[in-house]
C-alpha cells in the first residue's frame, strides 16, 4: 500500500493550476514521486495500483487489441517535471527504456521555464488522404469533372462519419495532383479531412474507400490504392523557447549549439542522430499516450526532407540580447478518442497526468518535449559530451543496487565517478567504505 501525503489530506487536485517545477525529483522513491504528482493531479487508489501493476495492460485486452498475443511487454513510464507551455505548468509521463531521456527533458524544461517557457501553437487537425488514379487519358477533362463534382464528394465523405461532422470536424476540401512516376503519369486526388480529437486513419480511409468508384466514373480511369498520407503537413505544431545565455554557462555555449544545429541542418549524416534526439521525447511521450508512434516518426522524417535535403527538424539561433532561441515545427498526428488511448490504461492516465483533453493539446506537448530533448542532447554534445550524463545515471543506479539509501546516494555516485571506474563491485565497495 502506498501512503499518499497531499496537502489537502485528499487527492483532489485541480491539474490545471499547480506548479510543475519538482526540484530533486529523481532523488526521491517512487512512492515519493507518485505522492508528488497526486498533490497536483487528482490520482485514484486505482490509477496508482495500475502504476505500479508492471505495464497496465491486462492479457485478455492485449489479446483483443492484436493477433497472436502470448503476453505483453512492459517499459519503465516516467514523468518528466518543470515544463510550462503558454503559462501553464505540465507533467509529462514519458515511456521509454533509455536512460538520461526523462532527465534530460526536465533540465532544459528547468531552463526554458528559467524564461518565459515554452510557446506552442497549432493548426487544425487536417489529415490527407490520397486515392491514386490509373489509366486516365484525358487528364484536362478528369481534373475538370473532379473539380465540378467536389462538393457532392466532399458531401459522401462525410456522410461516412456523422459523428465527426456533428462535433465540427469532416471532409474540407480535395486536391487534386498530377504525378510523374516511374510507371506512367498517374491523377492523385487528396482529400483534406479535419480529424478534431482522432488520429484519423480510420475515418480517412474510409472516406476515401468510399469515394473510389464515383472517382472512376468521373474520371474514366482505374483507383488503386487508397489511404492516408503519413506526411501530416496540415497538421503542424510549433514550439519556441528562448533559454538565457546564462543558464546555458555563457554566450560561447550559445554559439556552439547554433553551430552544433548548422552542422545537422547541412548534412543529413549529422540531421538523422540530431532528429532522433528531438524524437527521443517525441516518441517517449507518443508512448505512453498510445499513440501510432511509427505513423509520427514517418510523418516527421518525411517534413525533415520537405525542402528536397533531410535537414533538422529544430532551428536554433542568437537573438539580440546573445540569448539561445529554439523552435521546433513538426507534423503530428495524434488522437485522444479512439484506439489505443482509450482501452490501455496506461495511456487514459497518462492523460490525465498531462491534464489533457484536446488532441491539439496534447500535439503542443509533445513538441514541446522534441524541443527541450533537442536542447538537452545539444548542450550536453557541445560541453561534456553525452556519455558523462549517461555514466552518473549508470553510477546512481549501480550504488543504489549496491545497498545505498538517502543522503548517500549521492556520496557514493560522486566517489564513484570520481574513481573513474562505473562497475558494480567498486560501486559494492565505495558503498561498503562510505556505511562505515
Ligand atoms: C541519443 O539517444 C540521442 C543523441 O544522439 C541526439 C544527438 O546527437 O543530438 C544524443
Known amino acids: ?106 533540465n532544459m524544461a528547468r531552463l526554458m521555464r528559467e524564461g518565459d517557457g515554452i510557446k506552442t501553437s497549432s493548426t487544425e487537425g487536417v489529415m490527407i488522404g490520397q486515392i491514386q488514379v490509373l489509366d486516365v487519358e484525358d487528364f484536362e477533362k478528369a481534373m475538370a469533372a473532379l473539380g465540378a463534382a467536389k462538393d457532392d464528394l466532399i458531401e459522401l465523405a462525410n456522410q461516412q462519419d456523422p459523428v465527426l461532422v456533428r462535433f465540427g470536424g469532416g471532409a474540407r476540401d480535395i486536391q487534386l495532383r498530377e504525378l510523374e512516376t516511374e510507371a506512367g503519369k498517374m491523377l492523385v486526388i487528396h482529400l483534406l479531412v479535419d480529424c478534431l480529437d482522432a488520429m484519423g486513419a480510420n475515418a480517412v480511409n474510409t472516406m476515401c474507400e468510399v469515394l473510389a468508384p464515383e472517382v472512376e466514373e468521373l474520371t474514366g480511369g482505374r483507383v488503386l490504392l487508397r489511404i492516408i498520407s503519413n506526411l501530416a503537413d496540415r497538421r503542424l505544431v510549433r514550439a ?74 529544430s532551428r536554433w539561433s542568437k537573438n539580440g540580447d546573445g540569448d539561445l532561441v529554439g523552435v521546433l515545427e513538426m507534423p503530428m498526428a495524434v488522437g485522444i478518442v479512439g484506439g489505443a488511448t482509450r482501452t490501455h490504461p496506461m495511456a487514459g492516465l497518462a492523460l490525465k497526468i498531462m491534464g489533457v483533453s484536446k488532441a491539439r493539446d496534447l500535439a503542443e506537448v509533445i513538441v514541446a518535449v522534441g524541443l527541450a530533448q533537442n536542447l538537452g542532447a545539444l548542450r550536453a554534445l557541445v560541453q561534456e559530451g553525452i556519455q558523462h550524463g549517461h555514466m552518473r545515471l549508470h553510477a546512481r543506479n549501480l550504488v543504489v543496487m549496491a545497498g545505498a539509501e538517502g543522503d548517500l546516494v549521492d556520496r557514493a555516485v560522486e566517489a564513484l565517478v570520481e574513481s573513474g571506474e562505473i562497475r558494480f563491485d567498486k560501486a559494492q565497495e565505495i558503498v561498503k567504505r562510505l556505511k562505515g
Open 1 to 106: 500500500m502506498l501512503t499518499l501525503h497531499t496537502k489537502q489530506g485528499e487527492i483532489e487536485v485541480d491539474s490545471g493550476d499547480f506548479s510543475s517545477r519538482i526540484s530533486g525529483f529523481y532523488r526521491k522513491s517512487r512512492e515519493e514521486r507518485i505522492s508528488d504528482i497526486a498533490e497536483r493531479v487528482d490520482l485514484t487508489p486505482e490509477d496508482i495500483s495500475i502504476l505500479g501493476s508492471g505495464g497496465g495492460l491486462d492479457i485478455e485486452v492485449a489479446d483483443r487489441m492484436i493477433e497472436n498475443v502470448i503476453g505483453t511487454m512492459a517499459y519503465p513510464f516516467g514523468v518528466a517535471v518543470n515544463f510550462r507551455l503558454n503559462g501553464r505548468d505540465r507533467l509529462v509521463p514519458m515511456a521509454i527504456e533509455e536512460p538520461s531521456v526523462v532527465a534530460a527533458a526536465s
Open 240 to 313: 519556441e523557447a528562448v533559454v538565457k545565455k546564462e543558464s546555458l554557462g555563457g554566450e560561447n555555449v550559445v554559439d556552439d549549439i547554433v553551430s552544433a544545429w548548422a552542422f545537422a541542418d547541412a548534412d543529413p549524416y549529422r540531421a538523422a542522430t540530431h532528429n532522433k534526439g528531438i524524437m527521443n521525447g517525441v516518441v517517449a511521450v507518443a508512448l505512453a499516450t498510445s499513440q501510432d508512434h511509427r505513423a509520427i516518426e514517418a510523418g516527421a522524417h518525411a517534413y525533415a526532407a520537405r525542402y528536397g535535403h533531410y535537414g533538422s527538424l
